[in-house]
């Protein structure tokens, strides 16, 4: 383990019956990090984190916190959650609506025995932090669902966590609330130097707001790495098509080099070639076919008739015309048709006039994974 992990899941699985809700995983977080635990509904997340907190015991493997053991079942080890020093803030908030919004906070205090003094100082300071403070009497179901969420966090931060552990925090927010929320956090866990972790089926929460993401997919982890890692240079199908749209297009491998890399030519078409490492044939050989998956950011569309040169050679480019086109405000959508046949959905910048019929060109040099057919 290195010096700095503080929170370390070593081959956890977790069986509820017959049934595998998280298999075999393993990770590693370190201090003052954000993690966000990112799948579909019913893929492991929540289990796991009910794991780190207590709420849930492991099958099988260990869940260890600064260098200490909380659960392996083979050593009969656990830890139970009010001996964890984790703080938690769940979808629904779970805030007492008979107490007041100071009551509500100074409850995990209380529970801890602080004496009045004390708990009064600690419960303002954190009021203090979420931008409470003017509300401290009033009772919690007075306040809207942006200010009882702040009061979960303030009472999920109060008796200064070591871990702080989000589940959906944010899903019953409005879209706009949600943006705000997610600023305030991120800014609270860069002030505190706090380790967070965030799960969530939401990839740009996920993306937003984490140093790291690991990416769960049927109770198992795919892929885990900084944001920007896994959107650019996604391991698998899933991870890929989870972060992202991206569009598809039919290549072939023209040249295999001794180093891992590959060329893929677009043939038939005007563009020049791409060299890249980033691909997952197995084995490849001249003249497989295979596909190109480029994040759609990194396409440069261009009316076929302003297309002058022919581009760069490392630019690979397609010809295709306009199906069908939808004004919708800030761009257009598109239906295009490529040489080939393959048709494509496609948002097209509004820094041209587009119309049906028309020809156009895309050009790709970046973002670009290879892909087996
Ligand atoms: N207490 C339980 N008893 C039996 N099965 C459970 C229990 N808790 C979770 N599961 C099952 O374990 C799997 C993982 O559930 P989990 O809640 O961890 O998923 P999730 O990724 O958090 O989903 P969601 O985003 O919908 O909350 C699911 O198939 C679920 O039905």
């Not at 929540?46 to 600064?66: D, K, V």
């Not at 908030?93 to 509500?104: D, G, L, Q, R, S």
């Not at 405000?329 to 028309?358: A, M």
Request: charged share 25%.
């Amino acid at each position: 383990m290195s010096v700095d992990t503080i929170l370390k899941f070593d081959h956890v699985t977790k069986m509820f019956g017959e049934d595998t809700a998280v298999n075999e995983v393993s990770f590693e977080v370190k201090s003052g990090e954000f993690v966000a635990i990112l799948g579909q509904s019913g893929c492991g997340k929540t289990t796991t984190l009910r794991m780190i907190a207590g709420l849930e015991r492991c099958s099988s493997g260990e869940i260890s916190f600064q260098g200490k053991v909380l659960d392996n079942p083979d050593r009969k080890v656990f830890i139970p959650p009010n001996k964890r020093d984790m703080g938690m803030v769940f979808q629904s908030y779970a805030i007492w609506p008979h107490m007041t919004v100071f009551e509500n906070v100074a409850y995990p205090l209380k529970v801890r025995r602080y004496e009045k003094g004390k708990i009064k100082e600690e419960v303002e300071r954190v009021l203090e932090l979420v931008g409470l403070s003017h509300l401290a009497d009033k009772k919690a179901t007075q306040l809207s669902g942006g200010q009882q969420q702040r009061v979960a966090l303030a009472r999920s931060l109060v008796f200064h966590p070591k871990l702080l552990l989000l589940d959906e925090p944010f899903s019953n927010l409005d879209a706009k609330l949600r943006e705000q929320m997610r600023i305030e956090i991120k800014t609270l866990q860069e002030r505190l130097g706090l380790m967070v972790i965030l799960v969530t089926h939401d990839q740009v929460e996920a993306l937003s707001l984490a140093d790291k993401i690991i990416m769960m997919n049927k109770g198992r982890k795919d892929q885990v790495g900084p944001p920007k890692e896994l959107y650019e240079k996604p391991n698998t199908v899933f991870v890929r098509d989870f972060l992202g749209s991206t569009l598809k297009l039919r290549v072939k491998v023209n040249a295999v080099r001794g180093n891992g890399m590959i060329e893929i030519k677009q043939e038939n078409e005007i563009g020049g070639y791409f060299e890249t490492a980033d691909h997952h044939l197995v084995d490849p050989k001249v003249g497989d076919e295979c596909f190109m998956a480029v994040r759609a950011e990194y396409i440069n569309i261009q009316p076929a008739e302003n297309q002058m040169s022919k581009g760069d050679h490392s630019e690979l480019q397609f010809h295709a015309q306009i199906e069908k086109l939808l004004f919708i405000g800030d761009q257009y959508e598109s239906i295009i048709k490529i040489r080939n046949g393959d048709e494509h959905h496609l948002f097209l910048p509004k820094t041209n006039e587009w119309y049906e019929g028309q020809e156009i060109v895309l050009g790709v040099k970046r973002g670009i994974t290879i892909w087996p057919n």
